[in-house]
């Protein structure tokens, strides 16, 4: 059909227009997507932009194609949009795939490919020596100038773009050179062993460098394992602790702030195991003198570099290991030394543990000072005493400090005050069995009375936020009610432990006035609950042998008296009043128990005081029939002696 008109003809225009341009966006699409599958680097070539129709080929202008350039140039600016296209997610199969295939096929191919490099190396050298092909110095030569060799060779290859397989070749470089500086002395004595030892340290820095230039953790881990291995290769048998452990601080202090500024967490649990292994054979093999010395400074320096570390645990079981083995240093060369670096090392590791925020720390400081502490196993009192007492402040500061300094309470910090009261307790104990058992009460008053003053040092802190300050507060408070009664328990004995405990309870219903705390009223109640049980099932059986029948004026008595009047002192300050009711009722079972025990005990007296003067007096009257008698006593016995007299 022929077109009617100018207008026909320009709708038609458009038409083609448009479809030309879905076709250019689906070129574009399609080689954006060959781009992909190639892997191509840059971006796809620019589509092929539609400029319009030749002007030879299209039809005669007409007055309305004046205005055709406008959408012209829009089409033009559509059609050339794909030149730059948006990049596309990649696929994640094909990601999923190169990646796998790139590990497998390249990376752990060109690690096993080195290692065979190495292994052949290493036959092909045994075979020239057994046949004697090749002299001592010219095996070393031939060693070094082949692991040099390796690494030029491994520097080209990864100029050249063959990042993976440079790292390769590095490797079995770095490691020709190491067997080659170690033949040197080690197999053939051509050097003496300082410049071997140079020698093997240089290359291990050499391994760093390489690592840093490819970007490679596995030659940072050999270049490490070789540090490690230099001191034992060149050993001739007497062990040096004070160059040995010198050596391995700064290997590992060199090598793990490195890994550590790129990432290489993992090399922290190679060096850590290593580190304790190594460290452990040399000081099992010294026998020279000043061994505490030498294994203070061993655990010292590497605690100084492991505490720091970002892998989770290890600056715990370092903090642990040195604190533990410090104990064990010092069991046999007395205490003076063992607090000199125990206490230090227990307040830095507190330090480091606010410093770094690594979990476990604190707790295992905790747990190696008292672990130490228990190995060495002072004698004598006042000396063990101090240095325990020492580490107890330390550690009772710990959480206290933490809110100061403003950090978030956790719960490794809950329990280091518990832990560290109950560890001071037994080991306080257990010396002031032996040396002063009398003071042991006080001992754990004392104990009480710290954890009492930590809490309401911390409640009076309104700085501190609401939770954590109610939490800790509940925390030392609960541990010094523990103790304080404990502590009555153990310097009191009979009445007084009731009377002490009703005044306690007394005590802690007051500090509810000053602390509102629901675990303190709690407190109150249970001891005042202690009380009233003890006073009832203990107290009223127990009984002094009267000489005569007293109603009030009695131990038994006054102690439910005073225990009445503390209770009713803690009913009176607890508040709100439903908690009052408890101990108001505690008062009066304890004052009616009073005065009932007390009027059984005169009726008995008085009972036992007439049946004892009868009987005298029977006695009596059979001395006087007997001829002249021995008078009338106060009981049977005196009844007895006046009749024999009697009958004398």
């Known amino acids: 059909m022929e077109p009617s008109g100018p207008e026909d003809l320009s709708a038609r225009m458009d038409a083609l227009t448009e479809a030309n341009l879905r076709l250019l966006r689906r070129v574009g699409d399609l080689e954006r997507r060959v781009a992909h599958l190639e892997g191509a680097e840059t971006a796809p070539a620019a589509a092929p932009v539609w400029t319009g129709p030749e002007p030879e080929s299209g039809p005669a202008p007409v007055p309305e194609a004046e205005t055709a350039p406008v959408f012209m140039q829009e089409d033009v600016r559509e059609a050339e949009s794909p030149a730059v296209p948006e990049p596309e997610p990649e696929p ?28 052949g190396a290493a036959f092909f050298f045994k075979y020239a020596v057994d046949n004697a092909w090749i002299g001592p110095t010219a095996r070393v030569l031939m060693g070094i100038l082949a692991g040099g060799a390796l690494v030029a060779w491994s520097e080209r290859l990864r100029g050249k773009g063959f990042g993976v397989y440079s790292q390769g070749v590095a490797g079995a470089g770095v490691t020709v050179l190491y067997l080659s500086f170690w033949a ?13 030892f140079v020698a093997l340290a240089a290359d291990t820095v050499l391994a760093g460098a390489l690592a840093l230039r ?47 500024r790129q990432g290489w967490w993992w090399l922290e649990w190679m060096a850590f195991p290593l580190t304790l292994f190594l460290g452990a054979m040399a000081l099992d093999g010294y026998r020279g003198e000043g061994k505490p010395l030498v294994t203070t400074f061993a655990l010292l320096s590497q605690w100084s570099v492991f505490i720091w570390s970002p892998a989770r645990f290890i600056p715990a079981a370092m903090q642990f290991v ?11 060369a007395g205490l003076n030394g063992f607090a000199a670096a125990s206490l230090p090392l227990l307040g830095l590791g507190l330090a480091a543990a606010h410093r770094f925020g690594s979990p476990g720390v604190a707790g295992m400081a905790l747990l190696g000072f008292y672990a130490g502490y228990a190995v060495m196993d002072p004698g004598g009192f006042a000396g063990p005493l101090i240095v325990l007492l020492g580490g107890f402040a330390m550690l009772q500061v710990w959480l206290p400090a933490r809110l100061a300094l403003g950090q978030a309470v956790r719960r490794e910090d809950l329990v280091i005050p518990l832990s560290n009261g109950a560890l001071t307790l037994i080991a306080g104990m ?9 003071w042991r009460g006080l001992y754990t008053a004392a104990l009480g009375a710290v954890f009492l003053a930590g809490g309401v040092w911390v409640w009076q802190r309104v700085e501190f936020s609401e939770k954590d300050r109610r939490t800790v507060t509940a925390l030392l408070a609960g541990g010094a009610l523990t103790l304080l009664t404990i502590a009555v328990a153990v310097q009191f004995e009979g009445f007084r432990i009731t009377v002490v405990w009703a005044m306690e309870a007394a005590g802690l219903a007051w500090l509810t006035t000053r602390i509102d705390l629901r675990l303190l009223r709690a407190s ?54 439903m908690w009052a009711l408890p101990p108001w009722v505690a008062a009066n079972v304890a004052l009616l128990a009073g005065v009932g025990v007390g009027g059984v005990a005169y009726a008995g007296g008085a009972a036992a005081g007439g049946g004892g003067g009868g009987g005298g007096g029977g006695a009596g009257a059979g001395g ?23 009958r004398a």
């Open 92 to 119: 994640e199969p094909a990601l999923v795939h190169a990646s796998a295939e790139t590990t497998v096929g390249l990376t752990w191919a060109n690690r096993a490919g080195a290692l065979t490099l190495i292994i």
């Open 184 to 196: 040197a002395h080690s197999l053939y004595q051509l050097v003496p062993a300082w410049m071997s």
């Open 214 to 260: 490819h970007g490679a953790p596995a030659l940072a881990a050999l270049g490490l394992l070789g540090g490690y291995l230099t001191p034992g290769l060149l050993s001739t048998g007497d062990v040096r602790p004070w160059f040995f452990f010198s050596f391995i601080f700064a290997v590992n202090g060199g090598w793990l702030a490195v890994a550590r």
């Open 322 to 332: 040195a604190a533990f083995w410090l104990g064990e240093a010092w069991r046999r």
């Open 430 to 438: 257990a010396i002031l069995t032996r040396h002063a058992p009398d």
């Open 524 to 577: 109150a109640l249970a001891v005042a609950g202690i009380a009233l049980l003890r006073l009832l099932g203990v107290d009223a059986g127990l009984h002094e042998p009267l000489r005569e029948a007293r109603a009030l004026v009695n131990v038994r008595f006054l102690t439910c008296v005073l225990t009445a009047v503390s209770l009713a002192a803690a009913a009176w300050w607890l508040k709100p009043r």
């Open 624 to 646: 006087r029939r007997g001829g002249g008698g021995g008078g009338g006593g106060g009981g049977g016995a005196g009844g007895a002696a006046g009749a024999g007299a009697g």
